[in-house]
């Protein structure tokens, strides 16, 4: 009844006992459960205090942990049966609670037991308040259901019902609660019970209720872990719909009721790992006892159900499961209902395959099983086929079993339909790979009794036509194949392996051919074949199989298809008969690449192959025929090595026999085989002709024979260097050289005869080896088979393709008219003339080669350069080759370009009609250059060969056609190409006067042009006046730069001629210009011309004169401020020549007396100049003249002469030479005689009368005087004399002032500048009269002088402002040119109201510099303080502005003086130095050290930096932040990237020496000591790191470190520590400096700057922190890893090692990452480990290093405590620290051990450390070391002493003893490593892989790796390069000369440097990102 009862209310009777609370919520991922009783219910936990008994019971109850063995309450069916209680499910929870909180641990285990009981009673439709119930009961208290009994009641629930219906699976929510129970219960445990294991099997082998259920799979994951099976891809499982019909997809949540818009996925928390890692022997037993049951009770496939497929699909990661299950695959893959569920099981077996391990026996059997599966299908073959594929491409190792067991079934009788298909899968999931594993099986067969070569040729076949004639496989295959066996073959089977093997390429390449031929790079595979072929014939077959001397040349031969067709096919008979020859002649048509090439010589030149260099060499010739004979389009010949020459030449060397012995001291020359020397020299031509544009200019260039057997086969007869001398020498040296080695060989062969000319042997069939040396005719039966060659291989057309031989050739030839060759070329009719260069072609038009029987020929070759002409690239090249030769200095040549150039551009048909013996003016094809397509592209070059033609051309038409060519595009040049242009124009007119000298009209030439000649000068002077005048006005408004680069020598249109200095020319109106003094030059030679008569109005001239002579400029040299002689003596006569006054007073402007006599007396002087030359002789003064001493009587026979022609003037100059009466000619109205008293005086002594000045002739004398004008004849001094007498005879009202007036007006300010001497007295002359207008006047002039100064200025400034000044003005008794003292104390005395009008005043009317000075002067004294009160005031009072000085540093005063400052100079130095840079300035010299830095010029600033570090003194805070300013400019980055790149090295733009860069570390040195007096070390430290920057941007090259680093030594011991931790290579190069300080040393480790410095970053921090975390990254363990792992360890030891301090900085990092390193990651600990143990004693125990360092061995000892550390290796090395530790810090030491006591007793390696033991020697073997070093035992013994130093070092990490025993060890052993003994340089090579990365220098090693590389012996340099991987490592610094060093080695070597290189620049990528 109670039972009806239970069941009533379970099912949802109504009952009167209280309800759950509301707050009470269903279990979920995020739920909370919270029930609401008091304190005491709630807290069910809480340990009553009422009396002990409750506490005994609370330690039993089953509430709070599971019961122990002694309190079991009994077996779990006892607990069911008997203990379980009947409970209401409403009363569940509170009665649960209840006996908790009572700790009634029996009547809770019945209330469990009977809900379970109740809810398998209700399995059909379970009480919901019951499952409520237990869920919240699993909520709150889920340990309750680990009980044993409980658990065991609950898998009562997931068992199988004996009596259930077969197809009912009831309601799943029972299966899902107590599973959800279960795991609940169990989530913590690591050891569940086997019956979970058990009711899964039941389950899952049946109906599978709750294994398939996805509400079950937190329980289900878990279980499943125990069978470790390894899921497969998800693309290889099939769908199957029948799958998981109990999983909620579509209806919600089985405890929540059905609910559409729930999702199916529900996502549960859950963990899963491993629940039965103990038991796997248990669990493997129970899977494996429960499969076999079922195999046994269901023996048929048809009664086997899918629930047991999909058992053993989950169970698969047990080998044996994996066993059952292949063996009956193929049964189940073709049941109809079981292939799905058995296509999943095979995906299981082939995933969890494993190739290692104990089950990798059992796994190649599962897999022999799978190759032998016949599967009929096609599906089922694609299934098959992807498992394997995803198989192999997760673990290659299974690869090679897959493939060897797939062809040993095709090869066998029950062989398989899928093999084919399978290895076609494998190979296109694995192209590499397969191929390789097949090669393999194939060498196992070919060395075995029975002979499987016919198998294996189908089998390659069929796998060809299986991946779908895809033949790129074979290629691995072949590079397989040529690997050497891993055993030897027998000796039986060697011959025949051999020769199968070569069969098995050949069949590579016919298979290939034959199905590759319509694939454009089937002959690119051929090649690469044929290249595995003689590769494996070369290092491999000759070693391993020892074959015969016929086999293997047969083998060679058959190998690269010289054989007959017949012997590819005898084995098998394929190709078949129909496609053997078109697949042989496939292979016959296979190119010649380089490499086969090199290979074929190696084997003739290789001592080890039995085949005769000559066999080789006939090979090579046939092969070589054979490619030629090939169309060259598909490039059968392709080399671009020269050594190849050299290798052809060795296979022609002839030997002397080995058996014969030689005299001493007799070396025998180089000889060579005389038929095979000249057939390699066929050779060579053969390959030239296939490679014309790199290979044949470059052999051409370096063997002449080879260059004259090109001419002949070009031009088809004999050589021109044939003809030389010297041919009949070199016979007879050679026959003199081969007689007297065959006179040794007979001696040594005891010969009877003598060796003569008649009787030798050897004289007919030896030549000389000199390849090299001079072009050697060859034989006549030599030119007739190379004439027959080249004609049959069209050897001269191929050559031809290379305009560089052609041009070479036409060089040679010379420039004569008829070429033959070159006919022969043109007249060819097949030949294109396309393929002939451009070059040729204009060779052969200009020169005249169509002859009258050529004219059709003569019109295509214009028409066909025309056509060139159109595109861009085709006219470059013509104009080019044309406009080059205009400036040839052959005249012929000069012409025939010319001509040429009017042929090809003009469009008419005169190419038949052309004179080529005529003349061609360029005028008539320059007009036609622009009108070329692509002209603008082209004008650049056209405009700069012209030029150069105009530096050699002598025919005077031919330059000013060029002149007026040059004129006509001048406007559109680049201003700097411009200036080239006036350059060289400059030269042409300078230096070519003749030729000029008819290019230009005559000098004295003044009459308009009548004839031809003289229009045609006229207009060439035209040109060059033009371009001139273009030049100048582009210089003057400054289009062109100043600072131009000059012409470099050799550059395009330079005739390396100087141009000179250059020169600063600076007119009076402020425009300035640098010009060449050569280009000034010139332009006053060219105004010696005259004006053109096409200049209009002569504007350029007028110009022209005016700038450089009525203006004339003053000449300054450039970058100085010396004062440059703009005319010197030979210009100045050039001037006085031409007889134009305005030039003619230029040039004797200033002429002292002696330069007027040499003048006279040069012959062709003008009548006028020399009158002009005679008048300037008069006005000089009488001593003068008379201290010229010049011959009396020959002066005046010239003045005789002179007076004859008509000149003027020279008495007062006959006077004072007191010369004798000269005898005129006789004509009587020239002279008269007169009978004159004895006492009167000569007429030559009496000087002139004076003329007076008359009004009317003042604008005249001004005129003169200021604008150059030849108006007044008069002296001018006498005539300014009398002008002061007339105005001020007038008062300043008289016609004189006004005429004055008028004239100045008229008159420009540079004439007045000009003659300061006559201009400054007038002015003031007239500001002293004051007229009317004056002040206008002055004004109006002084505004055009704006930037001049002098008297001229000042009196202008005096005269405009005299009628302005006022009584009246405040400061009126300023004077006009006022002294400094006189504005300072007029600045000083002003007040705050008047002193900016008083400024602005005295800024308007003073000298501008006077100015400056006193402002100058007043910043100075605000600067000294001397404006400020010296009262002492109060302060709680402010200073008035009354009681301040208006200079005050507080005033007003001093920001005006700034801004006047920076108004009137812009460029400040000098005493404004003081201001900006002394010592305590003022609080306004930033403002002026920024304007100084933005304002002035790069030349002024680098003066200012100059003064600064030249010396200190200076104010050290202000200079740096000047540099810093200078080195930040924006205008440094002007036109830079604004985005810099990432690795970008900044310029060095101070470009300081090494003494200012010395100053500017003192500068930062005082800064910091200046910051340390008043901030202490910190504050210096932080200054100093502040200035770091700058100091490193002046230290781009390591001298510059070194200076910077010897100026820090002295400077501050901070600045140099800190300096070596941004640069750790400072050290270093310290070190090697002889001019150390004895302190540097002492200064690196000084404590104090140690401590503060520790503050900072060094730059070894980044890397030394990038190496420990990659050492401490978990990672999964694996070789490659390891050795990664190895490398970083040896990077981080290295560094640690070499750099000082960088190890103790990176302590904290080490130990806070083996703080975070797991005990089962303890493979990380022996590197951690490793990188410390190198550190010293010093980095590594001193404080506060120690306190990290004791934390890192806690961290060692908890994890040797714990079990990790990986054995006692760790154990030992840990206990060898503490050792250390122990010596250094005993005290600290002693408190480690003893807290870890118990660790160090329980591990034997750290007992000894506790028990005081002392640790072996630190040093290496004594006797190992004294015996290295001496070197002097036998290898064997040394090799056992190196291999003991290893094993030493390796037991002690990686510390080797310390610095000092590593150092030695490596010094010791270095040099072993160049060793001829190869165990000794093995070793010795191990050793310095390890020894290396703790060495602190490794130069000994660099030193012995390099020697290794360079050695003799090829054996030595490939150990050394097997190693230099992993040598690098550890010496990372000398990497890159390193590996330059193995570079150079591959180019001169044959020893394959390609993947060391490749291998070394991966491992030091590993450290990239440090």
């Not at 086997?194 to 799979?217: G, M, P, Q």
């Not at 493997?284 to 053993?312: H, M, N, S, T, Y």
């Not at 400061?1371 to 005395?1389: F, G, I, R, Y």
């Not at 901030?1575 to 002046?1594: F, N, T």
């Amino acid at each position: 009844m109670e039972r009806g009862k239970m069941s009533s209310t379970g099912r949802g009777g109504k009952s009167k006992a209280p309800q759950h609370p509301q707050d009470i919520f269903a279990l979920g991922s995020k739920s909370t459960v919270v029930v609401s009783r008091d304190s005491e219910k709630r807290n069910i936990h809480k340990p009553s205090t009422s009396s002990v008994g409750e506490r005994k019971r609370e330690t039993a109850t089953f509430g709070s942990q599971p019961p122990s063995k002694r309190a079991r309450i009994g077996s779990p069916a006892e607990a069911v049966s008997g203990t379980s209680l009947e409970v209401d499910p409403v009363d569940l929870v509170p009665n649960v609670l209840q006996a908790l909180d009572t700790h009634n641990s029996d009547k809770l285990l019945g209330l469990l037991t009977g809900s379970i009981r109740l809810l398998k009673s209700q399995r059909s439709k379970p009480d919901p308040i019951l499952c409520m119930s237990m869920l919240y009961l699993t909520k709150i208290r889920p340990n309750m259901f680990a009980h044993e009994t409980v658990t065991q009641s609950l898998c009562t629930l997931l068992k199988r019902e004996q009596g259930a219906a077969f197809k009912s699976k009831g309601n799943p929510l029972v299966f899902v609660l107590a599973c959800n129970m279960l795991y609940a219960g169990h989530r913590d445990g690591n050891n569940w019970p086997d019956t979970f294991i058990k009711v899964y099997i039941e389950d899952a082998l049946n109906e599978r209720w709750w294994v398939d259920c996805s509400w079950c799979k937190c329980l289900v994951e878990n279980i499943v872990t125990a069978f470790g099976t390894k899921q497969p891809a998800a693309h290889l499982i099939p769908s199957d719909n029948t799958l998981g019909t109990m999983s909620p997809s579509g209806s919600g949540s089985p405890l929540m009721g059905s609910n559409e818009d729930d999702t199916d996925n529900t996502e549960l928390e859950y963990s899963v790992f491993p629940r039965y890692s103990s038991s796997y022997e248990t669990v493997e037993a129970l899977v494996l006892e429960a499969i076999k049951e079922q195999i046994q009770r269901r023996a048929a496939p048809d009664a086997i159900g899918k629930g047991f497929l999909k058992l053993l699909s989950a169970t698969c990661g047990f080998p044996e499961i994996r066993m059952i299950a292949a063996s009956r695959l193929e049964a189940w893959l073709h049941s109809g209902k079981l292939w799905r569920a058995a296509q999943e099981l095979l995906a299981h077996v082939c995933a969890n395959a494993h190739a290692a391990g104990p089950s990798a026996a059992r796994d190649h059997e599962v897999l022999a099983q799978l190759a032998r599966m016949r599967l009929k299908t096609k599906p089922l073959q694609a299934a098959y086929q992807a498992c394997l594929r995803e198989m192999v491409s997760e673990s290659t190792a299974l690869l090679r079993s897959v493939v060897t067991h797939t062809i040993y079934n095709e090869l066998s009788n029950v062989r398989s339909p899928n093999n084919m298909a399978v290895l076609a899968a494998l190979i296109q999931a694995q192209p590499q790979l397969v191929p390789a594993a097949m090669a393999d099986t194939y060498q196992e067969l070919v060395v075995r009794t029975e002979d499987y070569l016919r198998p294996l040729r189908a089998l390659t076949r069929e796998c060809v036509r299986a991946t779908r004639s895809d033949a790129q496989a074979l290629l691995p295959l072949a590079r397989a194949l040529a690997q050497p066996p891993p055993l030897d073959p027998p000796q039986e089977v060697r011959e025949r392996a051999f020769q199968s093997l070569a069969d098995l390429f050949c069949l590579c390449c016919l298979v290939t051919a034959a199905h590759s031929k319509h694939s454009s790079d089937y002959r690119s595979q051929l090649c690469a074949l044929q290249q595995q072929a003689l590769g494996w014939l070369l290092d491999t077959a000759v070693a391993v199989y020892r074959p015969a001397r016929h086999d293997c040349l047969h083998v060679l031969n058959k190998i690269m298809f010289v054989e007959p067709a017949e012997t590819y096919s005898k084995v098998d008979n394929w190709p078949p008969e129909s496609e053997r020859a078109l697949t042989y002649r496939l292979c016959c048509e296979a190119p010649l690449p380089q490499n086969t090439l090199l290979r074929l010589v190696f084997i003739g030149l290789s001592k080890d192959i039995p085949v005769p260099p000559t066999e080789v060499f006939e090979l090579i010739e046939q092969l070589v025929r054979r490619a030629c004979a090939l169309p060259p389009e598909d490039q059968p010949l392709q080399v671009d090595k020269l050594e190849i020459a050299d290798y052809i030449f060795q296979l022609c060397q002839f030997h002397p026999p080995d058996n014969i012995t030689l005299p001493a001291g007799y070396t025998p020359p180089a000889l060579a085989i005389t038929s095979l020397y000249w057939r390699g020299w066929m050779l060579l031509t053969m390959l030239a002709a296939h490679n014309p544009q790199g290979f044949a200019e470059r052999a051409a260039n370096t063997y002449p024979t080879l260059r004259a057997l090109i001419e002949c086969c070009i031009t088809s007869k004999p050589s021109i260097e044939w003809s030389g001398a010297g041919e009949s020498e070199r016979l007879e040296a050679e026959r003199a050289t081969v007689l007297q080695l065959e006179t040794h060989l007979a001696a040594a062969s005891n010969a009877k005869l003598p060796v003569t000319e008649h009787s030798s042997r050897l004289l007919a069939q030896l030549t000389t080896l000199e390849p090299l040396g001079p072009a050697r005719r060859p034989p006549a039966g030599v030119l007739e088979a190379l004439q027959a060659l080249s004609s049959q291989l069209r050897l001269g057309r191929l050559l031809c393709r290379q305009p560089g031989l052609l041009l070479q050739l036409v060089e040679r030839h010379g420039t004569r008219r008829a070429m033959p060759w070159l006919h022969q070329l043109l007249r060819h009719d097949r030949l294109e003339l396309s393929v002939l260069p451009v070059q040729c072609l204009c060779e052969f038009l200009s020169a005249g080669g169509a002859g009258a029987g050529e004219a059709g020929k003569a019109g295509e070759l214009c028409a066909h350069l025309r056509r060139t002409l159109h595109s861009e690239e085709g006219a470059r090249a013509v104009l080019h080759y044309y406009l080059q030769r205009l400036a040839h200095a052959h005249a012929p040549t000069r012409a025939s370009a010319s001509r040429g150039l009017k042929l090809v551009l003009s469009q008419s048909d005169d190419a038949i009609e052309m004179d080529y013996n005529a003349d061609v003016n360029p005028e008539s094809w320059l007009s036609l250059l622009p009108s070329l397509r692509h002209w603008e592209a082209l004008r650049g070059e056209a405009v700069r060969r012209v030029r150069a033609a105009c530096l050699v051309e002598c025919a005077p038409p031919h330059v000013a056609a060029y002149l007026g060519f040059l004129a006509q595009h001048a406007h559109h040049h680049h201003p700097h190409d411009l200036t080239d242009m006036v350059l060289d124009l400059s030269q042409v007119l300078m230096e070519r006067t003749t030729v000029m000298g008819y290019v230009l009209p005559p000098v004295d030439s003044k009459e308009t042009p009548r004839d031809e000649r003289l229009l045609a000068q006229h207009r060439a002077l035209h040109a060059l006046t033009t371009i001139f005048y273009t030049h100048l006005r582009q210089v003057l408004s400054n289009e062109i730069p100043e600072i131009q680069e000059p012409v470099e020598e050799g550059a395009e249109g330079a005739s390396g001629w100087n141009a000179g200095e250059k020169v600063m020319l600076q007119w009076a109106n402020g425009r300035q210009a640098n010009l060449h003094v050569v280009i000034a030059h010139a332009h006053l030679k060219l105004l010696c011309f005259g004006p053109s008569y096409l200049d209009t109005n002569q504007e350029m001239y007028s110009w022209l004169q005016s700038t450089w002579v009525g203006d004339a400029p003053e000449a300054f040299v450039s970058e100085s401020s010396d004062e440059a002689v703009l005319l010197p003596d030979w210009l100045r006569l050039s001037l006085v020549r031409s007889a134009r006054p305005a030039l003619l007073e230029a040039g004797l402007r200033g002429l002292p007396a002696h330069k007027l006599a040499l003048f006279i007396q040069t012959f062709g002087m003008p009548v006028s100049s020399m009158s002009a030359l005679l008048g300037a002789l008069d006005a000089c003064p009488a001593g003068a003249v008379v201290r010229l001493g010049v011959e009396r009587a020959y002066m005046a026979q010239l003045l005789r002469v002179q007076r004859a022609r008509g000149a003027s003037g020279g008495h007062a100059f006959a006077a004072a030479l007191r010369l004798a009466r000269p005898h005129y000619p006789p004509d009587d109205t020239l002279f008269t005689e007169e009978a004159l008293p004895d006492e009167v005086e000569d007429p030559w002594s009496s000087p002139r009368q004076t003329a007076k000045l008359e009004v009317g002739q003042i604008g005249a004398l001004l005129a003169t005087a200021f604008a150059g004008a030849d108006t007044y004849r008069g002296d001018l001094d006498t005539a300014f004399t009398q002008l002061h007498g007339l105005l001020w005879e007038e008062g300043g009202a008289g016609a004189a002032t006004r005429a004055v007036l008028a004239a100045l007006r008229g008159s420009r300010a540079a004439g007045l500048l000009r003659r300061p001497a006559h201009a400054a007295p007038l002015l003031r002359a007239l500001a002293r009269l004051r007229p009317a207008t004056l002040a206008e006047t002055a004004g109006a002039l002084l505004s055009q002088c704006k930037l001049s100064r002098g008297p001229v200025v000042e009196a202008l400034r005096a005269a405009r402002g005299a009628p302005a000044r006022s009584p009246a003005h405040a400061h009126a008794a300023l004077p006009a040119n006022a002294t400094k003292d006189q504005l300072v104390a007029a600045l000083e005395s002003a007040t705050p109201s008047t002193l900016e009008a008083l400024g602005n005043e005295i800024i308007e009317t003073q000298d501008t510099q006077v100015v400056v000075d006193t402002i100058t002067h007043l910043l100075e004294k605000n600067q000294e303080g001397r404006y400020e009160l010296q009262v002492k005031a109060d302060p709680d009072e402010e200073f008035s502005a009354s009681a301040q000085h208006v200079l005050s540093r507080r005033g007003l005063g001093c920001g005006l003086l700034l801004d006047w400052l920076s108004e009137l100079q812009r460029e400040t130095l000098g005493r404004q130095m003081r201001l900006m840079f002394q010592r305590g300035g003022g609080a306004w010299r930033p403002l002026l050290v920024t304007l100084l830095a933005h304002r002035a010029s790069w030349r002024t600033l680098h003066a200012a930096l100059v003064a600064l570090t030249d010396h200190g003194g200076w104010s050290a805070k202000a200079v740096l932040d000047f540099a810093e300013t200078l080195i930040g400019s924006p205008r440094v980055w002007q036109g830079r990237d604004r985005t810099t790149p990432k690795h970008h090295s900044p310029d060095d733009s101070l470009r300081l020496s090494h003494h200012q860069l010395g100053v500017l570390i003192g500068y930062v040195g005082a800064e910091a000591h200046e910051a340390e007096a008043t901030g202490g070390a910190e504050a210096a430290r932080r200054r100093i790191e502040a200035r770091l920057p700058l100091v490193l941007r002046c230290c781009s090259e390591p001298h510059a470190l070194l200076a910077a680093a010897l100026a820090a030594s002295r400077s501050h011991p901070l600045l140099l520590l800190l300096l070596y931790m941004k640069v750790p290579k400072v050290l270093q190069l310290l070190r090697e400096c002889e001019d150390l300080p004895p302190a540097t040393p002492q200064l690196l480790v000084a404590g104090e700057a140690r401590a503060v410095a520790r503050r900072s970053t060094s730059a070894t921090d980044r890397v030394a922190h990038a190496l420990l975390t990659a050492l401490a990254a978990p990672h999964h363990h694996s070789k490659e890893h390891s050795q990664k792992m190895w490398r970083t360890e040896a990077g981080a030891r290295g560094v640690f090692a070499r750099c000082a301090g960088a190890g103790a900085r990176a302590l904290p990092l080490a130990g806070a990452l083996l703080r975070g390193v797991r005990a089962r990651q303890h493979h990380h600990l022996q590197h951690l480990l490793a990188a410390l143990e190198v550190l010293p004693d010093a980095d590594l125990f001193e404080p506060p290093a120690g306190d990290e360092v004791h934390g890192i061995l806690e961290c060692f000892l908890n994890m040797l405590k714990g079990g990790g550390g990986g054995g006692g290796s760790l154990a030992h090395r840990v206990a060898a620290l503490l050792r250390r530790y122990r010596a250094a810090r005993p005290q600290r030491a002693a408190t480690l051990l003893h807290a870890h006591r118990d660790t160090i007793a329980s591990q034997a390696a750290l007992a000894g450390v506790a028990g005081g033991e002392g640790s072996a020697s630190a040093a290496p073997p004594p006797h190992a070391l004294q015996a290295l070093r001496r070197r002097i035992a036998p290898p064997d013994e040394l090799h056992w002493l190196v291999q003991e130093v290893e094993a030493w070092g390796v037991r002690r990490g990686g510390a080797w003893g310390g610095a000092a025993s590593a150092d030695a060890l490596l010094r010791a052993t270095a040099p072993l490593a160049a060793s001829p003994h190869a165990p000794l340089r093995t070793a010795t090579l191990s050793l310095l892989t390890k020894l290396l990365p703790a060495a602190p220098d490794t130069h000994p090693g660099l030193q012995a790796i390099l020697e290794c590389l360079d050695s003799d012996q090829p054996e030595i340099a490939q150990s050394v390069l097997d190693k230099l991987p992993e040598l690098v490592v550890g010496m990372q610094e000398h990497a890159a000369r390193i590996l330059t060093f193995v570079f150079e080695l591959g180019l001169r070597s044959r020893l394959p440097v390609e993947q060391c290189i490749a291998k070394c620049v991966s491992t030091i990528n590993l450290n990239r990102g440090c």
